[in-house]
């Protein structure tokens, strides 16, 4: 169906693809696999006709085929869902799906067409997508969908799909794994990136392994294991298990009595309380937006408290700005990254500074120190493994795992008493993300109390030492992270429904 062959990309130094060839057979699930910045996201936007290649040669349903840009490639039936969605925050679902088709006089017509046919295309796939509501107000789990709606709404039967279930909780994986084996069923053919080996053996049919930009594997998926592939991606053992001692809590550092929090469609924090103490790790399990973002942002300051209190070390913070909560130790690393944890057209060294370039040992009567941010941004790119290693790229040419390495590294080198954590391993490969566990575990510690917000279930169960379930903006119980089992929490995250 699709073939790859000898595809050479490089952008400045770095040699993204290094003659690549991969084999995508027609019917089948098609899992690309590998290290942050390996070159999968650069090989399919390559297929895409989002990249053109410096050399090698694509060929699709047997023909040679040469793309000047994606429109050549939807023209073919080929669709693709990026790793960080390229959505209109402040238009409609339906306007997002139809947005360079429309036909000028005839948008509003359209527009009511389209709504009948997404509504009909989202039911047949159960995608429960709203046509008419704003992008603005979805979930980045329903924004997947509206992603995935667009590509086929375009008619695609060819879809690659970059990383689409980082950002789904563990039950919307198992529904998206549903409608895609029903897509396969209909005939057509999926490309999936994922950092998560045990959807590779749950959905795959053939799994392509890459490593520095170069093809290192092409297994069947029956015919390989987590451990095997886990070896491949890597070229180490890995440890697929967090470890870690019992945890020794002393002083409470973080109090939460009675919070509400006003989110954007009524009240998102609704009377919670609870205590982290340093050297902990608290945990938070919930199905994505059931206040457990509005709460965390409303104790880093970036939303506002309507009732209740927030205290630090004893003292209310409520009033605080975010720069006074970062100065008392509080840091942040936000579920959205892109959004609220780098600025993308910003290099290296400015974004490894955001929050405390005015510090004294950045800055001093308002002039930047050059070396010192130098130094802080080198040694966090040597520490948290950012590549490629350069203070000069700007973020966003990082790759999405890199730019999330950079992220953790900055609030972690903070070295702060209460660190907010959420999704802290969201699109990093299972090399960092074994790192970023074991970097969490030594601030616990080392007496950082820390609160842990994760969609993966697995994850706050095994670095959590007390874990809490929220529904509907309340804490609905707590539960011991080592004896409940995940079919308990998640009942308890739903309700039992
Ligand atoms: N537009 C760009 N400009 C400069 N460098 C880029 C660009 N896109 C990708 N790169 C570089 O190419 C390499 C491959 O990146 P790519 O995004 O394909 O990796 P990836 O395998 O998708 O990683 P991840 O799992 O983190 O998403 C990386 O070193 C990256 O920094
Ligand atoms: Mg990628």
Do not use: W
């Not at 060839?21 to 070159?39: D, Y």
């Not at 009909?120 to 995935?148: F, H, M, T």
């Not at 929050?355 to 130098?374: D, F, Q, T, Y």
């Amino acid at each position: 169906m699709l073939e790859l062959k000898g595809i050479t990309k490089r952008f400045g130094n770095v040699v993204a693809n290094n003659n690549v060839s991969i084999k995508v057979e027609p019917g089948t699930i098609h899992a690309i696999v590998g290290e942050n910045g390996a070159g999968k996201s650069t090989a399919m936007r390559i297929a895409y006709g989002f990249y053109k290649p410096d050399s090698g040669e694509i060929f699709f349903n047997g023909q040679k085929v040469e793309f000047s840009s994606p429109h050549d490639a939807i023209a073919l039936g080929i669709g693709m869902v990026h790793q960080h969605f390229m959505l209109v925050e402040n238009m409609t679902v339906t306007e997002n799906i139809i947005l360079g088709e429309e036909t000028g006089s005839r948008f509003r017509l359209d527009v009511i067409k389209a709504e009948n046919e997404i509504t009909e295309l989202s039911s047949r796939l159960r995608l429960n997508v709203n046509p008419k509501a704003l992008i603005e107000d979805l979930s980045v789990g329903q924004q997947q969908r509206v992603e995935l709606l667009k590509a086929l709404y375009r008619k695609a039967n060819f879809l690659i799909l970059d990383e689409p279930t980082a950002v789904l909780t563990p039950q919307e994986v198992e529904e998206f794994f549903g409608i895609l084996r029903r897509m396969r069923s209909e005939g057509k053919t999926v490309v999936i990136i994922t950092h998560k080996l045990e959807e590779v053996l749950a959905i795959s049919d053939n799994v392509t392994v890459m490593r520095d930009g170069c093809v290192v594997g092409n297994l069947k998926t029956a015919e390989t294991n987590a451990q095997e592939l886990a070896r491949l991606i890597v070229g180490r053992e890995v440890l697929l298990r967090v470890e870690k001692e019992d945890a020794k809590p002393k002083e409470v550092v973080l109090e939460v009595e009675g919070l509400f929090v006003q989110g954007k469609h009524g009240i998102a924090v609704n009377g919670v309380s609870f205590n982290v103490r340093a050297g902990e790790i608290v945990g938070i399990a919930g199905v994505e937006g059931n206040g457990q973002t509005e709460l965390i942002e409303a104790i880093a300051g970036l939303m506002s408290v309507s009732n209740g209190k927030i205290k630090f070390k004893g003292s209310e913070i409520n009033s605080l700005s975010v720069r006074e909560r970062i100065e008392l130790g509080i840091a942040h690393i936000p579920e959205d990254r892109q959004k609220r944890g780098l600025l993308l057209n910003f290099d290296l060294r400015e974004n490894a500074i955001l929050g405390v370039h005015h510090r004294k040992s950045i800055s001093s009567n308002g002039l930047i120190n050059k070396v010192a941010v130098e130094n802080h941004t080198k040694e966090i790119i040597e520490r948290f493994d950012v590549r490629p290693p350069n203070p000069l790229l700007p973020a966003k040419a990082l790759s999405g795992g890199n730019q999330q390495k950079l992220v953790v590294g900055r609030e972690l080198s903070m070295n702060p008493k209460l660190l907010l954590v959420a999704q802290p391993t969201r699109g990093v490969d299972i090399g960092a993300v074994e790192f970023i566990h074991r970097k969490l575990v030594e601030m616990r510690d080392s007496g950082t109390a820390i609160l842990l917000v994760s969609a993966e279930l697995e994850e706050v169960k095994s670095l959590a030492d007390r874990l809490l379930v929220i529904r509907k903006g309340r804490i609905v119980g707590e539960v011991d992270p080592k004896s409940a089992s995940v079919e308990q929490i998640g009942l308890m995250m739903t309700g039992g429904e």
